[in-house]
């Protein structure tokens, strides 16, 4: 008896499951606990190798991804229009918001710091209605103007990807990169960040546009990297 305590809890057969085993009233209600046992090892060895893969994943980067950029990008002052926005509004606000702070720019003749840019809440992917703000980076502050106001954008850590073209395909990038981020990344909360680098401001041809797309993240690399 003593043997087999030992050789049951040797496969990491709970006590109390070694006790049923012994008691068990014949030899098919001993197998039924023993395979019972061997169906939670199984499971817990495949959610350690699912474990194991993800952490991998973290550290080594895969090739098979879209291509992504590691980036920390630090606070910086900017004008800006907050609103709460519906999904299916969410273009045509942007398209007004970036035109009106343009204007407040050119007029206040304010120097920018970097390209025009947006953040946007996850609830207006996930529940069609959340917070937006669209921004241009600028030297010091600005006047409220109208719906413009001064702020700072908050730093991030971020897994950027690059959109090629007009932003009514954008949902299909920010697809790739949110499933990239689910398998590869730890993400964090924090809004959605889009840096326009060429837009309707600067050419008419929306097959010219680009648009980076941050998606917030807790950085786990030792050093900057670039996707392929």
């Not at 703000?133 to 702020?151: D, H, L, Y």
Request: glycine residues 10%; contains cysteine.
């Amino acid at each position: 008896m003593a043997q087999v305590i030992r050789r049951l809890r040797s496969l990491q057969m709970p006590v109390a499951e070694v006790k049923s085993v012994l008691s068990a009233p014949d030899s098919a209600s001993r197998n039924k606990l023993i395979v019972g046992h061997l169906d939670r090892l199984e499971a817990e060895l495949a959610a350690t190798r699912a474990a194991v893969g993800e952490l991998r994943d973290l550290l080594e980067r895969p090739a098979a991804r879209p291509a992504v950029e590691h980036r920390t990008v630090a606070p910086a002052p900017a004008i800006g229009i907050e609103e709460i926005v519906d999904r299916d509004d969410l273009l045509t606000c942007w398209h007004g918001a970036l035109g009106e702070l343009d204007a407040t720019a050119r007029s206040q003749g304010l120097n920018r710091t970097g390209p025009l840019g947006g953040l946007y809440a996850g609830e207006i992917f996930q529940h069609g209605r959340g917070r937006s703000t669209v921004f241009i980076p600028i030297e010091g502050s600005a006047r409220t103007a109208g719906r413009v106001t001064s702020f700072v954008v908050p730093g991030a850590e971020l897994a950027v990807v690059r959109h090629h073209g007009p932003l009514d395909g954008i949902d299909l990038t920010y697809g790739e990169l949110g499933g990239y981020v689910m398998r590869h990344e730890i993400g964090v909360d924090g809004p959605l960040r889009e840096t326009y680098l060429r837009g309707f401001l600067d050419t008419a041809d929306a097959s010219a546009w680009e648009t980076e797309i941050g998606w917030p993240i807790f950085r786990s690399d030792t050093a900057p990297y670039r996707g392929i």
